[in-house]
């Protein structure tokens, strides 16, 4: 029908226009910026692979790649507990259960701005809430983010904080899936509480652990508010994040050929490890 | 036993909850609460005092952000269902060429880190001369390939005599898709709506790069700016102008939180 050929093509003209603009000419320009040195003032100069040398021996970049492994180290598994924990609590019949749900998914809602600027107040050494508690209970105060062994620590442990509901509710989803027929079986067959879970629930909820640990992981690779508003990098920039780094060397050194190089290099570097990190967990589940 | 193991159960849910709600309650009291009373865990302030508001208010443009947040993510909410809709719709429902492409191509779309394309969409909107313009904030977010896709997954399982017979009226594409369409496509419609809304409210990394008029910041931009320059010079006044940015979003989070939450997971946002 050439009036539907006519129509179609019509209605979709406009993301189609919308996409070469604003994702075909990005990705490609990407790619050439590599290749680019450019203050955004005077005409962009040719550089060869000079960003891609500068990048291989930046100290500061691998700083900041070293800083968001120990972030993920950190991170990583205490999401995935705190998750299945809440979930698995949830999973049952309880009064409330849409407030409890509510409560824990608070957090995701509300700007990231906003929970670093709180938290660097609940985090404040003299004033700050956690201190306050600490002391209460007859302990010393810690300098959470100006002690350089626990500023990454302290972040790590906020940013699950805020997005520990997100994942609570995908494993929710995931456990509604485990059929009855399943629990009852391993239940007559005399399992305990552990070995249910150990070999009928964890199992069967492999697909959300794998979504929840890639979510995670290029979530932790984007992280750049968090050190930005609460520790400018710091202190001795083990906060330092690579979207930090990049943000830097555009907006501050107006370094547009070496942002783009490490924007490319953050998402070879994505690609990477969720690729890895899914060969890992595919492989522990043969086993 | 049973009862034991409910009742820790209960007490157990209860501190978790807290733990993610009680920040929250006491930042919205050490708003209210005099300089020298903020480093206390009390939850009611001794003397109440609405200072923090007034300076914050005094010392920065957050009457405005607010309008230009809500005017920023209000413009991008609208464009992604009406226009993301008419592109779902010719891509679920009308046969032309190029579709099958278009869907991987928006499929793929989705697998590009927003790192990737920050610097040359930055340089781009540097080239158009944009910086320091709404144009700047708004058109890179008109359309959303997750919004497509979900919006056109929706459509497909609409029946086809539906259309059929609408054309049969002569009815024209546009109109059975925002009169039948739409009126079907609730569900989906407001998933994709609260989603959109959230993501744009809250996104402060573009805005840093593309806007340094104080007039035209949005709000977790100006809340940024202002906490970290020292504009704010104490934590109450600090966490003051952090409420602007909250209370909204907790009032529509209390109201629809059956949606946000179906919403927000549904897309994989986080603010």
């Known amino acids: ?287 | 036993m049973k009862v034991l193991g409910r009742i820790a159960l209960y007490a157990g849910l209860t501190l978790a909850a807290l733990t993610f709600i009680y920040p929250f309650l006491w930042m919205a009291s050490a708003t209210f609460k005099p300089l020298a009373e903020v480093g206390t865990l009390a939850l009611f302030p001794e003397n109440p005092t609405f200072d923090n508001y007034r300076t914050m208010w005094a010392r920065a443009p957050f009457g405005r952000a607010l309008l230009n947040s809500m005017m920023v993510a209000g413009t991008i909410t609208v464009s992604v269902l009406v226009f993301g809709s008419i592109t779902a719709y010719a891509m679920a429902r009308l046969r032309f060429r190029g579709s099958p492409v278009l869907n991987a191509v928006t499929m793929g779309v989705l697998l590009v880190p927003g790192q990737l394309t920050l610097i040359p969409m930055y340089t781009l909107i540097v080239q158009l001369g944009l910086i320091d313009t709404y144009a700047a904030l708004i058109l890179p977010y008109l359309f959303n390939a997750t919004a497509i896709l979900m919006m056109r997954q929706f459509f497909l399982q609409i029946p086809q005599s539906l259309i059929d017979s609408a054309r049969m009226d002569g009815m024209g594409e546009l109109r059975i898709l925002f009169t039948i369409f739409w009126p079907l496509s609730r569900p989906v419609l407001s998933i994709v709506a609260i989603f959109t809304f959230m993501g744009s409210w809250n996104e402060v990394l573009w805005p840093l790069l593309v806007v340094r008029e104080q007039q035209l910041m949005t709000l977790p931009q100006l809340l940024t700016v202002f906490s970290l320059g020292g504009g704010a010079g104490s934590i109450g006044v600090s966490l003051a102008s952090a409420m602007v940015l909250v209370v909204p979003v907790v009032i529509a989070y209390a109201i629809l939180q059956r949606n946000f939450i179906e919403s927000m997971a549904s897309s994989g946002v986080k603010g």
């Open chain 1, 1 to 287: 029908m050439r009036a539907e050929q006519r129509s179609g093509s019509l209605m979709a003209a406009p993301y189609v226009v919308f996409l070469l603009i604003f994702a075909a000419y990005p990705i490609l320009f990407a790619l050439v910026l590599v290749f680019l040195q450019w203050d955004l003032v005077t005409t962009p100069a040719f550089a060869g692979l000079d960003n891609v040398r500068l990048l291989a021996n930046d100290g500061r970049f691998w700083r900041a790649v070293a800083n968001t492994f120990v972030f993920l180290s950190i991170h990583l598994p205490l999401q995935i507990v705190t998750a299945l924990t809440l979930a698995l609590a949830l999973n049952r019949r309880l009064v409330f259960l849409s407030f409890w749900r509510a409560a824990f998914f608070l957090p995701v809602v509300i700007s990231g701005a906003v929970v670093a600027i709180l938290w660097s107040n609940l985090y404040a050494t003299d004033v700050g809430l956690i201190n306050g508690l600490l002391v209460r209970i007859g302990l010393r105060p810690v300098p959470w983010l100006t002690d350089p062994s626990t500023a990454m620590p302290a972040i790590a442990a906020m940013v699950t904080w805020k997005n520990v509901g997100f994942y609570v509710i995908i494993y929710l989803a995931g456990l509604q899936y485990i059929p009855r027929s399943c629990r009852e079986a391993i239940e007559i067959e005399g399992a305990t509480t552990w070995q249910r879970f150990r070999h009928l629930t964890l199992p069967l909820l492999l697909p959300q652990t794998i979504l929840v640990v890639t979510l995670s992981t290029i979530n932790g690779f984007q992280l750049f508010i968090e050190p930005y508003v609460m520790t400018g990098g710091g202190p001795l920039r083990r906060t330092y994040s690579i979207v930090l780094y990049l943000y830097t060397n555009a907006f501050a050194y107006q370094k547009m050929g070496y942002a783009a190089t490490i924007g490319v290099a953050l998402a070879i570097i994505i690609g990477a490890v969720v690729f890895i990190q899914r060969r890992v967990i595919g492989r522990a589940e043969a086993l």
